[in-house]
């Protein structure tokens, strides 16, 4: 890495001066180790915690000496002597950096001795996971470890229930899923008790999977919502919109992220619904019928907006690329991790007519309580750090959007895994059999093989097609990731083939010979074959994402092999080089060898990386405004908690209803709940209100730049002008239910006026792409998230 400095500080990452400094510190701790070979484990905690300052941050006086307890320690309870490597790792951690380190080298390890550092210092931590399994996991695998310097520790399990959340969050290290600590604080912004809060702050978040959490997830706003019944296609339009023919009554953008109506396909809706004009509001002919073609109710909203969403479920969202059908519900894919989003839906107009266009139930919607995007998550964590397989190529959003610098932590052993240079095609055809034939080949020579795919329907493609050749194979993706874990653990067996969609099995080693008790004359026979062999059918959108599948091959020094086969037909290609010609003349057997070829694909992944971070930034400020606006919105409510504010007002507001209420023997204390209820619930209400103005306004807010004005300058001005009105809204709106309300020993009765909370709540995410780069509206734009 000599020579390079300028290059890794140009992009964010500490690689070089960071690396000696730490490589040092390292070898300085090694003298230390035989000083407490022999300490009894209270010395070796004693000497941790002398490394300790006693200034009022608790900064680390000694990281030599810190660094031999902390091996020591991690020798005698987990079984683990950690590598230089970890250490370094760990140092780097605890100085808030996000590092980089390869597959296998034991970043759990390194988790938990970052953990303990911070613990060390008297700061509560979370460490924060792709899913509940991991946090379990690595919670009882570092549980030792932390025990053995006396910190608390537990993990958030998704099935806990507020009492257990609430003795767990108290601890010293917690481990959590993202979505698992998000909904956590979203449920806590709507107590109206301070006793009824679950989760307790944090000071500092340790991220594993650090990219996969703090950029392919950071835009997902986490949801709660309460039930309220939501719009839905009506399912004559669904009908109607089978039958409308693509470049007559529809157009598709070509990087197929939107979706738009032609005048002739207006008409063919009006004439067919018998209504004057598509652009008022929901006709009759659509009034009476529901998703299901029976009569209900009028769902609510214009008819163009339930045409537009019908459209797009119809042509922009293919089942088993996007979602599956399961139980008779439509569930997501992540594309990110190829594993169903449990918890995760599109906006309810979307969701519906996905749904309707299935012939499934037409869920409920439901009023948006509140939300909050992971990036604004990990926002409210004062100290912050990471680690994962591939950091420098998430740099620029890791600096821009949180600040953070990436730390490179060179491999234990170096790597032997050869990258071998794309194959490509010309179409996808061509590719298919290409691969085929290679996994068949690779495969007879015992040598085991990985193939990673795009999507659900491409891994049962070729699943299916290697089936007919005569090779069993294990199918890994969303429709069977309860077997996750185990499929890849055994991936690297002789001969095993196991397809599988992309980031399947992330966080579970792939050991060469087998998992478990395997003999190390299978380990050394996979070994002598190769090692693993990759294979990627098309490359993603970031190079990144392809690297993350490279990485599963050349495990701690084994040797290993990759190599992507692309088909110029791949979506990555289409939509990062629209508007390119390239003219190239395949081989025989479809494939494109000429070095301009390979510079082409190398082009169009470049492309759409610069278009994802352009998204990334774009939709960030949107969502800053808004999580300024939510701090607001959360300090008044902590106001409100915490003091008697709102019997203050309201007392002050009525004071012959409040003195008779005194009069009358009620406790003040039950009088200064009620006043806080009350006011809570009107805060709260105008908030959900607030949110759901904004999302109409981003809905529509590209119509702002046809009329040659900046949509992010309209929408700030048009949410700070509407946000100005809340607070005075919900004050006066609070005073006048105090009036009405009554009031007694046993607290006010909101129901009698009418003002009922929600009867259910749940939480689930949605991907959140306000603007498409081409100006499409924002259901347009959804589906860049998942092509």
Known sequence: MAGFGWFWKAMGSSATANQKKSKTIVSESTKAADRLADAPDTEVVDIARSCIGTGEDRAIVDAPLLLAALREAASRTVGLRPFDVQLQGALRMLVGDVVEMATGEGKTLVGGLTAVGYGLQGKKVHVITVNSFLAGRDEAWMGPLLDFFGLSHGAIREEAGADERRDVYARDVIFTAVNEAGFDVLRDQLITRRADAVRTPADVAVIDEADSVMVDEALVPLVLAGSEPGPAPAGQITDLVRRMEENRHFTVSGDHRSIFLTDEGAAFIEKELGIDSLY???GEAGDNA??????????????????NVALHAQHLLTRDVHYIVRDGKVALIDNARGRVAELQRWPDGLQAAVEAKEGLKVTDGGRILDQITVQALIGLYPQKCGMTGTAVAASDQLRQF?????????????????????????SDEDRDAAVIDHIVEVQGTGQPVLVGTQDIAASERIADALVLRGVDCNVLNAKNHEAEAATIAEAGRPGRVTVSTQMAGRGTDIRLGGSGDAEDAEHARVVDLGGLHVVGVGRF??????????GRAGRQGDPGSTVFFVSLEDD???????????TAQPDADGRLEQKKV???VDHCQRVTEGQMLDIHATTWKYNKLINDQRQIINARRDAVLDTET?????SLHDVEKAGELTAAGIDHAVLVQAAREIMLYH???EWSDHLAYLDDIRESIHLRAIANESPIDEFHRMSIAAFGELAGRAVAKARETFSEAEITAGGVDLGGLGLHKPSATWTYMVNDNPLSSGGGSMMGSIAAMFR
């Not at 970031?542 to 490279?550: E, G, M, P």
Request: glycine share 8%; hydrophobic share 40%.
């Open 541 to 550: 959108r970031s190079q990144r994402l392809d690297n993350q599948l490279r």
């Open 402 to 426: 949180y600040d953070l610098s990436v730390s490179v932590i060179e491999p234990n052993v170096p790597t032997k895994r050869f990258d071998e240079v794309d194959h490509v095609f010309a």
């Open 646 to 650: 709102a019997w203050d007002d309201l």
């Open 572 to 582: 990555m290609v289409a939509v990062g080089g629209a508007g390119d010609e390239l």
């Open 598 to 600: 390979l510079q082409f």
């Open 683 to 685: 805060l709260d209400h």
């Open 280 to 282: 008022g509001e929901v």
């Open 290 to 307: 529901d998703a299901d073609g029976d009569s209900g109710e009028a769902a609510p909203g214009p008819l163009l907006s339930q045409v």
